[in-house]
Protein backbone atom coordinates (compact mmCIF):
# COMPACT_ATOMS: atom_id res chain seq x y z
CA UNK A 1 0.00 0.00 0.00
CA UNK A 2 0.97 3.63 -0.72
CA UNK A 3 1.98 5.87 2.43
CA UNK A 4 1.97 9.25 0.27
CA UNK A 5 -0.68 11.24 0.22
CA UNK A 6 -3.69 10.30 -1.20
CA UNK A 7 -7.27 11.21 -2.28
CA UNK A 8 -9.67 10.71 0.57
CA UNK A 9 -12.66 8.50 -0.32
CA UNK A 10 -14.04 8.60 2.84
CA UNK A 11 -14.44 11.36 5.68
CA UNK A 12 -15.39 8.62 8.51
CA UNK A 13 -14.44 4.36 8.13
CA UNK A 14 -15.05 2.30 10.95
CA UNK A 15 -13.97 -1.27 10.57
CA UNK A 16 -16.28 -3.49 12.24
CA UNK A 17 -20.17 -3.57 12.62
CA UNK A 18 -20.70 -5.65 15.56
CA UNK A 19 -22.22 -4.03 18.99
CA UNK A 20 -19.71 -0.91 18.94
CA UNK A 21 -19.29 -0.47 14.92
CA UNK A 22 -22.98 -0.92 14.41
CA UNK A 23 -23.77 1.73 17.61
CA UNK A 24 -21.41 4.58 16.53
CA UNK A 25 -23.04 4.21 12.96
CA UNK A 26 -26.39 4.85 13.91
CA UNK A 27 -25.19 7.64 16.14
CA UNK A 28 -23.53 9.55 13.11
CA UNK A 29 -26.86 9.74 11.18
CA UNK A 30 -27.47 13.59 12.45
CA UNK A 31 -23.16 14.30 11.68
CA UNK A 32 -23.92 12.49 8.22
CA UNK A 33 -26.99 14.53 7.40
CA UNK A 34 -25.98 17.60 9.23
CA UNK A 35 -22.29 17.81 7.32
CA UNK A 36 -22.33 15.21 4.25
CA UNK A 37 -20.26 12.96 6.22
CA UNK A 38 -19.03 10.03 3.52
CA UNK A 39 -19.12 6.95 5.98
CA UNK A 40 -18.16 3.21 5.40
CA UNK A 41 -18.78 0.48 7.16
CA UNK A 42 -16.58 -2.82 7.05
CA UNK A 43 -17.59 -5.61 8.41
CA UNK A 44 -16.08 -9.07 8.06
CA UNK A 45 -19.19 -11.70 9.02
CA UNK A 46 -22.24 -11.54 7.38
CA UNK A 47 -25.20 -9.08 7.79
CA UNK A 48 -27.55 -11.32 10.84
CA UNK A 49 -30.67 -11.42 8.67
CA UNK A 50 -28.71 -12.97 6.01
CA UNK A 51 -29.34 -17.25 5.96
CA UNK A 52 -26.05 -17.68 7.66
CA UNK A 53 -27.05 -15.59 10.44
CA UNK A 54 -25.72 -18.86 13.24
CA UNK A 55 -22.46 -17.75 12.01
CA UNK A 56 -22.64 -14.07 12.62
CA UNK A 57 -19.87 -13.24 15.55
CA UNK A 58 -19.14 -12.51 17.90
CA UNK A 59 -21.16 -9.90 18.98
CA UNK A 60 -24.81 -10.91 17.94
CA UNK A 61 -24.49 -14.64 19.29
CA UNK A 62 -26.55 -16.65 21.66
CA UNK A 63 -25.55 -14.45 24.66
CA UNK A 64 -27.73 -11.63 26.15
CA UNK A 65 -26.13 -8.16 27.81
CA UNK A 66 -26.60 -6.22 31.11
CA UNK A 67 -27.26 -2.92 29.42
CA UNK A 68 -26.80 -0.36 32.01
CA UNK A 69 -29.83 2.42 32.49
CA UNK A 70 -27.45 4.43 30.99
CA UNK A 71 -26.72 2.97 28.20
CA UNK A 72 -30.66 2.71 27.80
CA UNK A 73 -30.66 6.65 27.59
CA UNK A 74 -27.80 6.39 24.59
CA UNK A 75 -29.95 3.75 22.86
CA UNK A 76 -32.64 6.09 23.36
CA UNK A 77 -30.81 8.93 21.73
CA UNK A 78 -30.17 6.57 18.54
CA UNK A 79 -33.39 6.45 18.30
CA UNK A 80 -33.55 2.65 18.44
CA UNK A 81 -34.43 2.36 22.26
CA UNK A 82 -38.30 1.82 21.23
CA UNK A 83 -36.98 -1.54 19.65
CA UNK A 84 -34.77 -2.67 21.65
CA UNK A 85 -36.76 -2.89 24.52
CA UNK A 86 -39.23 -5.12 22.71
CA UNK A 87 -37.13 -8.07 23.86
CA UNK A 88 -35.59 -6.13 27.25
CA UNK A 89 -36.14 -7.59 30.57
CA UNK A 90 -36.26 -5.29 33.55
CA UNK A 91 -33.34 -5.37 36.28
CA UNK A 92 -34.78 -4.38 39.44
CA UNK A 93 -32.81 -5.63 42.03
CA UNK A 94 -28.89 -7.23 42.04
CA UNK A 95 -28.33 -9.85 44.44
CA UNK A 96 -24.36 -10.04 45.53
CA UNK A 97 -23.36 -13.16 47.66
CA UNK A 98 -20.61 -15.75 48.56
CA UNK A 99 -21.09 -19.17 48.35
CA UNK A 100 -20.66 -20.66 52.08
CA UNK A 101 -20.97 -16.68 53.55
CA UNK A 102 -23.78 -15.13 55.12
CA UNK A 103 -22.87 -11.33 53.38
CA UNK A 104 -25.14 -10.62 50.95
CA UNK A 105 -26.00 -6.87 49.24
CA UNK A 106 -28.88 -6.09 47.66
CA UNK A 107 -28.98 -3.16 45.01
CA UNK A 108 -32.59 -1.93 44.88
CA UNK A 109 -34.13 0.57 41.89
CA UNK A 110 -35.83 2.03 44.41
CA UNK A 111 -32.56 3.32 46.29
CA UNK A 112 -31.74 5.48 43.46
CA UNK A 113 -35.37 6.35 42.28
CA UNK A 114 -35.63 4.30 39.46
CA UNK A 115 -37.62 1.91 37.76
CA UNK A 116 -34.91 -0.21 36.34
CA UNK A 117 -31.59 -0.35 37.08
CA UNK A 118 -30.77 -1.76 33.85
CA UNK A 119 -31.99 -4.38 31.47
CA UNK A 120 -31.13 -7.71 29.73
CA UNK A 121 -31.29 -7.92 25.67
CA UNK A 122 -30.39 -10.61 23.92
CA UNK A 123 -27.13 -10.12 21.73
CA UNK A 124 -29.15 -10.82 18.83
CA UNK A 125 -31.96 -8.58 19.03
CA UNK A 126 -29.45 -5.60 19.42
CA UNK A 127 -28.07 -6.69 16.40
CA UNK A 128 -31.18 -6.96 14.38
CA UNK A 129 -32.49 -3.37 15.57
CA UNK A 130 -28.91 -1.71 15.54
CA UNK A 131 -28.62 -2.98 11.59
CA UNK A 132 -32.05 -2.84 10.83
CA UNK A 133 -31.62 1.56 11.79
CA UNK A 134 -28.71 0.97 9.65
CA UNK A 135 -30.57 -0.07 6.49
CA UNK A 136 -32.89 3.02 6.98
CA UNK A 137 -29.78 5.37 6.30
CA UNK A 138 -29.33 4.33 2.72
CA UNK A 139 -30.84 8.27 1.60
CA UNK A 140 -27.70 9.12 3.82
CA UNK A 141 -23.78 8.53 2.57
CA UNK A 142 -23.16 5.32 4.17
CA UNK A 143 -21.24 2.74 2.31
CA UNK A 144 -21.32 -1.15 3.60
CA UNK A 145 -18.68 -3.73 2.67
CA UNK A 146 -19.52 -6.92 3.86
CA UNK A 147 -19.03 -9.49 4.23
CA UNK A 148 -15.40 -7.85 3.70
CA UNK A 149 -12.50 -7.86 5.73
CA UNK A 150 -9.68 -5.13 6.53
CA UNK A 151 -6.66 -6.42 5.76
CA UNK A 152 -3.82 -3.91 5.70
CA UNK A 153 -4.03 -0.15 6.94
CA UNK A 154 -1.63 2.35 6.75
CA UNK A 155 -1.29 6.20 7.59
CA UNK A 156 -1.49 8.22 4.82
CA UNK A 157 -0.90 12.30 4.68
CA UNK A 158 -5.11 12.40 4.91
CA UNK A 159 -5.63 9.62 7.07
CA UNK A 160 -4.86 5.97 6.99
CA UNK A 161 -6.06 3.90 3.31
CA UNK A 162 -7.30 0.43 4.34
CA UNK A 163 -6.81 -2.85 1.74
CA UNK A 164 -10.25 -4.75 2.16
CA UNK A 165 -10.62 -8.38 0.94
CA UNK A 166 -13.05 -7.51 -1.26
CA UNK A 167 -10.58 -5.64 -3.38
CA UNK A 168 -11.17 -2.19 -2.77
CA UNK A 169 -8.83 0.73 -1.02
CA UNK A 170 -10.22 3.20 1.01
CA UNK A 171 -8.96 6.31 2.80
CA UNK A 172 -10.65 7.49 5.34
CA UNK A 173 -9.53 10.74 7.34
CA UNK A 174 -11.11 9.34 10.08
CA UNK A 175 -10.91 5.18 10.68
CA UNK A 176 -12.31 4.17 14.17
CA UNK A 177 -11.08 0.75 14.92
CA UNK A 178 -14.39 -1.51 16.47
CA UNK A 179 -12.90 -4.80 15.12
CA UNK A 180 -12.71 -6.54 18.92
CA UNK A 181 -9.12 -6.23 19.03
CA UNK A 182 -8.42 -9.85 16.99
CA UNK A 183 -7.90 -8.83 13.97
CA UNK A 184 -3.98 -7.89 13.90
CA UNK A 185 -4.89 -4.52 12.50
CA UNK A 186 -3.70 -2.39 15.97
CA UNK A 187 -0.55 -4.71 15.52
CA UNK A 188 0.17 -3.49 11.86
CA UNK A 189 0.18 0.14 13.37
CA UNK A 190 2.42 -0.54 16.58
CA UNK A 191 -0.51 -0.13 18.85
CA UNK A 192 0.73 -2.32 21.75
CA UNK A 193 -1.90 -3.98 24.09
CA UNK A 194 -1.22 -4.63 27.77
CA UNK A 195 -3.14 -8.83 28.25
CA UNK A 196 -3.51 -9.96 31.18
CA UNK A 197 -4.86 -13.66 31.01
CA UNK A 198 -7.31 -14.81 33.99
CA UNK A 199 -6.57 -18.07 32.99
CA UNK A 200 -10.75 -18.33 33.46
CA UNK A 201 -13.39 -19.34 31.04
CA UNK A 202 -17.31 -18.17 31.12
CA UNK A 203 -19.52 -20.77 30.31
CA UNK A 204 -22.94 -19.30 28.94
CA UNK A 205 -26.28 -20.41 28.22
CA UNK A 206 -30.19 -19.79 29.19
CA UNK A 207 -31.89 -21.68 32.09
CA UNK A 208 -35.53 -21.66 32.71
CA UNK A 209 -36.39 -21.67 36.96
CA UNK A 210 -38.96 -22.98 38.82
CA UNK A 211 -40.09 -19.49 40.26
CA UNK A 212 -40.54 -16.21 38.59
CA UNK A 213 -37.64 -14.06 39.35
CA UNK A 214 -39.14 -10.95 39.72
CA UNK A 215 -36.64 -9.06 37.94
CA UNK A 216 -33.34 -10.03 40.09
CA UNK A 217 -30.14 -9.99 38.82
CA UNK A 218 -27.88 -12.09 40.71
CA UNK A 219 -24.11 -12.24 41.11
CA UNK A 220 -22.99 -14.81 42.98
CA UNK A 221 -19.47 -15.65 44.32
CA UNK A 222 -17.95 -19.27 44.28
CA UNK A 223 -14.42 -20.74 45.24
CA UNK A 224 -14.27 -21.51 41.58
CA UNK A 225 -15.33 -18.42 39.72
CA UNK A 226 -18.32 -15.88 39.83
CA UNK A 227 -21.63 -16.88 38.48
CA UNK A 228 -23.92 -14.39 37.25
CA UNK A 229 -27.80 -14.90 36.44
CA UNK A 230 -29.69 -12.22 34.96
CA UNK A 231 -33.22 -12.22 34.06
CA UNK A 232 -34.58 -12.65 31.14
CA UNK A 233 -38.29 -13.00 29.34
CA UNK A 234 -40.73 -15.36 31.58
CA UNK A 235 -38.93 -18.00 33.76
CA UNK A 236 -35.62 -17.73 31.69
CA UNK A 237 -32.20 -16.44 32.50
CA UNK A 238 -29.01 -16.07 31.41
CA UNK A 239 -26.03 -17.77 32.86
CA UNK A 240 -22.83 -16.88 33.19
CA UNK A 241 -20.68 -19.37 34.90
CA UNK A 242 -16.97 -18.63 34.97
CA UNK A 243 -14.84 -21.55 35.10
CA UNK A 244 -10.76 -22.17 35.72
CA UNK A 245 -9.59 -22.44 32.64
CA UNK A 246 -9.97 -26.31 30.74
CA UNK A 247 -12.40 -26.82 33.71
CA UNK A 248 -15.57 -25.88 31.63
CA UNK A 249 -15.09 -28.53 29.25
CA UNK A 250 -16.42 -31.05 31.46
CA UNK A 251 -19.25 -28.96 32.05
CA UNK A 252 -19.53 -28.03 28.39
CA UNK A 253 -20.22 -32.34 27.82
CA UNK A 254 -22.37 -33.19 30.20
CA UNK A 255 -25.80 -34.33 29.45
CA UNK A 256 -28.46 -31.40 30.19
CA UNK A 257 -29.71 -32.80 33.31
CA UNK A 258 -26.07 -33.93 34.85
CA UNK A 259 -25.67 -29.99 34.21
CA UNK A 260 -28.84 -28.72 35.67
CA UNK A 261 -27.32 -30.78 38.82
CA UNK A 262 -24.25 -29.18 39.28
CA UNK A 263 -25.55 -25.89 38.51
CA UNK A 264 -27.67 -26.23 41.69
CA UNK A 265 -25.45 -27.48 43.91
CA UNK A 266 -22.85 -24.23 42.61
CA UNK A 267 -25.02 -22.08 43.03
CA UNK A 268 -27.96 -23.08 45.32
CA UNK A 269 -31.82 -22.34 45.63
CA UNK A 270 -31.56 -18.34 45.60
CA UNK A 271 -33.11 -18.46 42.28
CA UNK A 272 -35.29 -21.69 42.63
CA UNK A 273 -35.43 -24.64 40.96
CA UNK A 274 -32.87 -24.86 37.36
CA UNK A 275 -35.41 -26.50 35.50
CA UNK A 276 -34.22 -26.68 32.01
CA UNK A 277 -31.06 -25.63 30.21
CA UNK A 278 -30.29 -24.35 26.54
CA UNK A 279 -27.17 -25.03 24.44
CA UNK A 280 -24.31 -24.24 26.13
CA UNK A 281 -21.29 -21.95 24.90
CA UNK A 282 -17.72 -21.06 26.09
CA UNK A 283 -15.57 -18.10 26.26
CA UNK A 284 -12.11 -17.61 27.31
CA UNK A 285 -11.79 -14.80 29.82
CA UNK A 286 -8.92 -12.07 29.88
CA UNK A 287 -8.07 -8.39 30.36
CA UNK A 288 -6.73 -6.49 27.10
CA UNK A 289 -6.69 -2.62 27.17
CA UNK A 290 -4.71 -0.96 24.06
CA UNK A 291 -2.05 1.20 25.47
CA UNK A 292 -3.28 3.82 22.65
CA UNK A 293 -6.53 4.66 21.77
CA UNK A 294 -6.05 7.74 19.53
CA UNK A 295 -3.97 9.05 16.92
CA UNK A 296 -4.10 11.75 14.33
CA UNK A 297 -6.58 10.07 12.02
CA UNK A 298 -7.50 6.87 14.43
CA UNK A 299 -9.97 5.81 16.61
CA UNK A 300 -10.07 2.88 18.41
CA UNK A 301 -13.14 1.64 20.22
CA UNK A 302 -14.76 -1.30 22.12
CA UNK A 303 -13.08 -4.41 22.81
CA UNK A 304 -10.19 -3.15 20.41
CA UNK A 305 -9.83 -1.02 23.21
CA UNK A 306 -10.65 -2.83 26.43
CA UNK A 307 -12.04 -6.37 26.63
CA UNK A 308 -13.03 -7.29 30.23
CA UNK A 309 -14.15 -9.69 32.49
CA UNK A 310 -18.00 -9.92 31.71
CA UNK A 311 -18.86 -10.38 35.99
CA UNK A 312 -19.90 -6.60 36.20
CA UNK A 313 -21.43 -6.58 32.78
CA UNK A 314 -19.49 -3.56 31.97
CA UNK A 315 -17.85 -4.20 28.82
CA UNK A 316 -20.25 -2.60 26.58
CA UNK A 317 -21.79 0.12 28.52
CA UNK A 318 -18.02 1.60 28.84
CA UNK A 319 -17.79 1.22 24.95
CA UNK A 320 -21.38 2.93 24.19
CA UNK A 321 -20.34 5.77 26.33
CA UNK A 322 -16.96 5.78 24.12
CA UNK A 323 -19.16 5.85 20.90
CA UNK A 324 -21.53 9.27 22.05
CA UNK A 325 -18.78 10.95 23.48
CA UNK A 326 -16.28 10.33 20.16
CA UNK A 327 -19.70 11.39 18.23
CA UNK A 328 -20.42 14.73 20.65
CA UNK A 329 -16.46 15.49 20.07
CA UNK A 330 -16.63 15.26 16.36
CA UNK A 331 -19.95 17.69 16.42
CA UNK A 332 -18.09 20.36 18.26
CA UNK A 333 -14.92 20.18 15.91
CA UNK A 334 -17.31 19.85 12.76
CA UNK A 335 -19.25 22.98 13.41
CA UNK A 336 -15.95 24.53 14.18
CA UNK A 337 -14.70 23.84 10.38
CA UNK A 338 -12.21 20.84 11.45
CA UNK A 339 -11.90 17.64 9.70
CA UNK A 340 -12.66 14.32 11.77
CA UNK A 341 -9.41 13.09 12.15
CA UNK A 342 -8.26 16.41 13.71
CA UNK A 343 -5.75 15.49 16.48
CA UNK A 344 -7.23 18.32 18.67
CA UNK A 345 -10.62 16.58 18.65
CA UNK A 346 -9.44 13.26 19.43
CA UNK A 347 -7.11 13.88 22.26
CA UNK A 348 -10.17 15.97 24.17
CA UNK A 349 -12.25 13.22 23.40
CA UNK A 350 -9.53 10.55 24.68
CA UNK A 351 -8.67 12.59 27.62
CA UNK A 352 -12.25 12.18 28.88
CA UNK A 353 -12.73 8.41 28.26
CA UNK A 354 -9.49 7.52 29.66
CA UNK A 355 -11.01 8.16 33.32
CA UNK A 356 -14.06 6.51 33.08
CA UNK A 357 -12.23 3.24 31.38
CA UNK A 358 -9.13 3.13 34.21
CA UNK A 359 -12.36 3.39 36.92
CA UNK A 360 -14.56 0.74 35.07
CA UNK A 361 -11.26 -1.84 34.47
CA UNK A 362 -10.33 -1.56 38.13
CA UNK A 363 -14.06 -1.87 39.37
CA UNK A 364 -14.55 -4.94 37.06
CA UNK A 365 -10.99 -6.35 37.74
CA UNK A 366 -11.43 -5.40 41.17
CA UNK A 367 -14.07 -7.56 41.99
CA UNK A 368 -12.16 -10.58 40.40
CA UNK A 369 -8.72 -9.94 42.29
CA UNK A 370 -11.30 -9.59 45.67
CA UNK A 371 -13.41 -12.61 44.69
CA UNK A 372 -10.57 -14.73 43.42
CA UNK A 373 -8.26 -14.13 45.94
CA UNK A 374 -7.65 -17.29 48.51
CA UNK A 375 -6.16 -15.59 51.17
CA UNK A 376 -7.23 -16.82 54.66
CA UNK A 377 -8.84 -13.98 56.33
CA UNK A 378 -9.98 -12.33 53.35
CA UNK A 379 -13.64 -14.66 53.02
CA UNK A 380 -14.33 -12.53 56.56
CA UNK A 381 -13.31 -9.81 55.10
CA UNK A 382 -15.36 -10.35 51.88
CA UNK A 383 -18.37 -11.16 53.85
CA UNK A 384 -17.95 -8.25 55.92
CA UNK A 385 -17.69 -6.06 52.93
CA UNK A 386 -20.97 -7.12 51.52
CA UNK A 387 -22.98 -7.13 54.89
CA UNK A 388 -21.61 -3.63 55.44
CA UNK A 389 -22.20 -2.53 51.90
CA UNK A 390 -25.80 -3.74 52.34
CA UNK A 391 -26.36 -1.32 55.49
CA UNK A 392 -24.28 2.15 54.23
CA UNK A 393 -27.05 3.66 52.07
CA UNK A 394 -24.72 6.33 50.17
CA UNK A 395 -22.16 3.47 49.21
CA UNK A 396 -24.61 1.70 48.26
CA UNK A 397 -26.60 3.73 45.88
CA UNK A 398 -22.94 4.50 44.65
CA UNK A 399 -22.58 0.69 43.48
CA UNK A 400 -26.43 0.92 42.20
CA UNK A 401 -25.29 3.93 40.39
CA UNK A 402 -21.79 2.40 38.89
CA UNK A 403 -24.10 -0.89 37.68
CA UNK A 404 -26.46 1.75 35.65
CA UNK A 405 -23.67 2.82 33.91
CA UNK A 406 -24.44 6.74 35.57
CA UNK A 407 -21.76 9.60 36.09
CA UNK A 408 -21.16 9.27 39.80
C1 LIG B 1 -19.44 -13.81 28.11
C2 LIG B 1 -19.56 -12.33 27.95
C3 LIG B 1 -20.63 -11.64 28.50
C4 LIG B 1 -20.71 -10.25 28.39
N1 LIG B 1 -21.74 -9.59 28.99
C5 LIG B 1 -21.79 -8.25 28.94
C6 LIG B 1 -22.84 -7.53 29.59
O1 LIG B 1 -23.72 -8.13 30.22
N2 LIG B 1 -22.85 -6.16 29.50
C7 LIG B 1 -21.88 -5.48 28.83
O2 LIG B 1 -21.91 -4.23 28.81
N3 LIG B 1 -20.88 -6.12 28.19
C8 LIG B 1 -20.82 -7.49 28.22
N4 LIG B 1 -19.81 -8.15 27.56
C9 LIG B 1 -18.87 -7.37 26.75
C10 LIG B 1 -19.43 -7.12 25.34
O3 LIG B 1 -19.87 -8.33 24.78
C11 LIG B 1 -18.36 -6.49 24.46
O4 LIG B 1 -17.99 -5.27 25.06
C12 LIG B 1 -18.87 -6.20 23.05
O5 LIG B 1 -19.24 -7.38 22.39
C13 LIG B 1 -17.78 -5.52 22.25
O6 LIG B 1 -18.26 -5.28 20.96
P1 LIG B 1 -17.27 -4.84 19.80
O7 LIG B 1 -18.17 -4.42 18.68
O8 LIG B 1 -16.23 -3.91 20.30
O9 LIG B 1 -16.44 -6.16 19.42
P2 LIG B 1 -16.91 -7.51 18.79
O10 LIG B 1 -18.18 -7.95 19.42
O11 LIG B 1 -15.73 -8.42 18.85
O12 LIG B 1 -17.21 -7.16 17.25
C14 LIG B 1 -16.18 -6.85 16.34
C15 LIG B 1 -16.72 -6.95 14.91
O13 LIG B 1 -15.65 -6.63 14.00
C16 LIG B 1 -15.63 -7.56 12.94
N5 LIG B 1 -14.25 -7.63 12.44
C17 LIG B 1 -13.17 -8.17 13.06
N6 LIG B 1 -12.06 -8.01 12.32
C18 LIG B 1 -12.42 -7.34 11.22
C19 LIG B 1 -11.72 -6.88 10.06
N7 LIG B 1 -10.39 -7.06 9.91
N8 LIG B 1 -12.41 -6.26 9.08
C20 LIG B 1 -13.76 -6.05 9.21
N9 LIG B 1 -14.47 -6.47 10.29
C21 LIG B 1 -13.82 -7.11 11.28
C22 LIG B 1 -16.13 -8.86 13.58
O14 LIG B 1 -16.68 -9.74 12.60
C23 LIG B 1 -17.19 -8.36 14.55
O15 LIG B 1 -18.49 -8.29 14.01
C24 LIG B 1 -19.71 -9.54 27.67
C25 LIG B 1 -18.63 -10.23 27.09
C26 LIG B 1 -18.55 -11.60 27.23
C27 LIG B 1 -17.38 -12.32 26.60
Not at 119 to 141: C, D, F, K, S, T
Not at 201 to 227: D, K, M, Y
Not at 306 to 320: D, E, K, T
Amino acid sequence: METSAQTLTHDLVIVGGGLVGASLGCALAPLMERYGLRVAIIEAAPLPASPQHEAWQPSFDARASAIAEGSAERFRRLGVWSEMRREAAPIRHIHISERGRLGATRLDARDVNVEALGHVIPNAWMGRVLHRQLAEMEELALEWHCPARVERIAPVAAGHSLALSDGSELVAGLTVLADGGRSGLKEQLGIHSQAGDYAQTALIANVEVSQPHHGVAHERFTAEGPIALLPLAGNTMELVWTHPEGDEKARMDLSDGDFLVALQRAFGDRAGRFTRVSKRYAYPLSLVTAEETVRPGLAVLGNAAHALHPVAGQGFNLALRGVTDLVDALESSLSEGRVPGDMATLGAFDRKRARDRRSVVRFSDGLIRLFGAQWPLLPQARAAGLVGLNLAGPLRRDVARRAMGLER
